[in-house]
């Protein structure tokens, strides 16, 4: 059974920073791809950011140079630093783990992050 422990969301002013935490059990996390993606009140599901089973790592337009994502595949763990938060950010964070080979895919349950003075 795939289980995922999200942390690290909470209120924010702008410009602050947070860093959100991912910690997935039941699959072979070094052959996963690890990404983070965000859903506002209204919107789609958008893409934040992506790392590869290679590290390689990919962002939104919105978020480049302000999150880095990264793993840490002892704690079959990826992380996302978030810095110089906007209201803009607000939104539920999802964690998702996508096999290398793309036929599984699986979700985390959200952690809210919220930036607002």
């Known amino acids: 059974q795939v289980q995922f422990v999200e942390s690290g969301g909470g209120l924010v002013q702008p410009g602050g920073s947070l860093r959100l935490s991912c910690a997935v059990s039941g699959i072979m996390f070094r052959f996963y791809n690890m990404g983070w993606y965000r859903q506002a009140p209204g919107k789609q599901r958008e893409m934040v950011a992506v790392i590869t089973s290679r590290g390689s790592t990919s962002y939104a337009d919105s978020v480049k140079g302000r999150f880095t994502i990264s793993r840490d595949s002892a704690k079959n763990t990826v992380y996302m630093q978030m810095n110089s938060l906007k209201p803009e950010d607000t939104a539920v964070y999802y964690c998702?783990?996508?096999?290398?080979?793309?036929?599984?895919?699986?979700w985390g349950q959200g952690t809210q992050v919220t930036v607002s003075s």
């Open positions: 998702d783990a996508v096999s290398a080979a793309g036929s599984a895919t699986y």
